[in-house]
């Protein structure tokens, strides 16, 4: 799976190198210029906020990818779209001021994060007391931007207001890598939605060959193959045997119902609301090498949980205890929040957030 990039923003100069990748990107995808244009300029409007207003030493950085993991037969027809994360583990901000026009502690006109709200295609954010801030904008071609019926300077919402669930996920390379060895891919049919994500053994492009084979598969699959998830990953296993294997954890969702999960290896899953957290229960085993029976477990959905997939890329005990308001933040912002503070640093990483808008 192609990566995020992650652009440290220590100095000026690191500004133009953000805003140049995120400008091949916009090339690479056949982006207009208006859009393209929109995307530079709020990638070096995010940049020079963490330039002038973190600084170094506080884990500033933009994370710049492409927006595509959607496979299947129902999840419409838009293109893939360039995601931009800001992170940053400075003094916070108060966003909502921060948002208006006019509002500055800089110095300057104060239009900038506002500017970015209105240009993206889908704009979120959170922020805490010396904890820092999470920022994440999308952004389409011009023909996405009709097909979600927007205008230029208006922020809007991937998908429908019909959609079941909003999700969202971020995947970093191993250090020295050009490409993630995990994967994660999303497919809806009718009221199902199908999830998988992948860990391919070690890291580059055996292991991501691994976790793409999987992701192949779900996309080919037939839609009443995906009802179980344990039947779905037993039968790629075998397909899986010429490559090196990986870790996987495939889910069934169907709106306001339970979930049913499969898995097997180190890909965790947890289910967290202001309330509970509760861990999804995956088997020893590695697809393409040796699993053990697999079994669907069912789990209730509680209300306002949030379901939070990750790789072994993500050190494994974490809490958002200490970040009340978060899990209602955009599955972008909560992903990226995790990845900035959770981050190992020494393999392949990835994460996806789901939550059910109307629940």
């Not at 992650?6 to 859009?35: H, K, M």
């Not at 954890?249 to 609301?273: K, M, Q």
Request: hydrophobic letters at 40%; proline letters at 4%; charged letters at 20%.
């Amino acid at each position: 799976m192609r990566a995020f990039r992650r652009c440290p923003i220590d100095d000026a100069s690191q500004v133009g190198e953000a805003r140049r990748a995120a400008q091949a990107l916009a090339t690479e995808l056949a982006f207009d210029e208006e859009s393209a244009g929109r995307l530079a300029l709020a990638v070096t409007e995010l940049g020079t906020n963490l330039f002038r207003h973190v600084g170094p030493g506080r884990q500033a950085a933009l994370l710049i990818g492409v927006d595509e993991p959607r496979v299947g037969n129902d999840l419409g027809d838009d293109g893939p779209g360039i995601q931009v994360l800001s992170l940053d583990q400075g003094n916070g901000m108060d966003l909502s001021r921060c948002l208006q026009d006019g509002y500055s502690t800089g110095g300057t006109a104060g239009t900038g994060l506002g500017a970015i709200r209105r240009m993206a295609d889908r704009f979120g954010g959170f922020s805490a007391p010396q904890r820092g801030t999470v920022l994440a904008a999308r952004f389409g071609p011009r023909t996405d931007r009709s097909r979600l019926g927007l205008t230029a300077g208006t922020a809007g919402t991937a998908g429908t207001a019909d959609d079941a669930f909003d999700v969202a996920g971020l995947s970093l390379a191993a250090p020295g890598e050009t490409v993630s060895g995990d994967a994660w891919a999303l497919r809806r049919d009718e009221d199902r939605w199908s999830l998988a994500v992948a860990d391919g053994l070690g890291h580059g492009f055996h292991a991501a060959e691994a976790s793409d084979k999987l992701m192949a598969l779900l996309a080919r699959a037939e839609p009443g193959h995906l009802a179980s998830p344990a039947a779905f990953l037993e039968r790629s296993h075998d397909l899986l045997r010429s490559t090196r294997g990986a870790a996987s954890a495939a889910l069934s969702l169907t709106p306001g119902g339970p979930l049913l999960f499969a898995g097997a290896g180190n890909i965790s899953g947890r289910l967290i609301s202001g309330v509970s957290d509760r861990t999804l229960l995956s088997q020893h085993g590695t697809l393409g090498v040796q699993i053990r029976r697999l079994q669907d477990v069912v789990y209730d959905w509680p209300p306002h949980a949030v379901l939070i997939l990750y790789s072994d890329g993500i050190v494994s005990r974490w809490s958002l205890e200490d970040t009340p308001g978060l899990l209602q933040a955009d599955p972008a912002v909560i992903a990226g929040w995790i990845l900035r503070d959770h981050l190992r640093g020494k393999d392949d990483a990835t994460v996806v957030v789901v939550r059910r808008p109307h629940a």
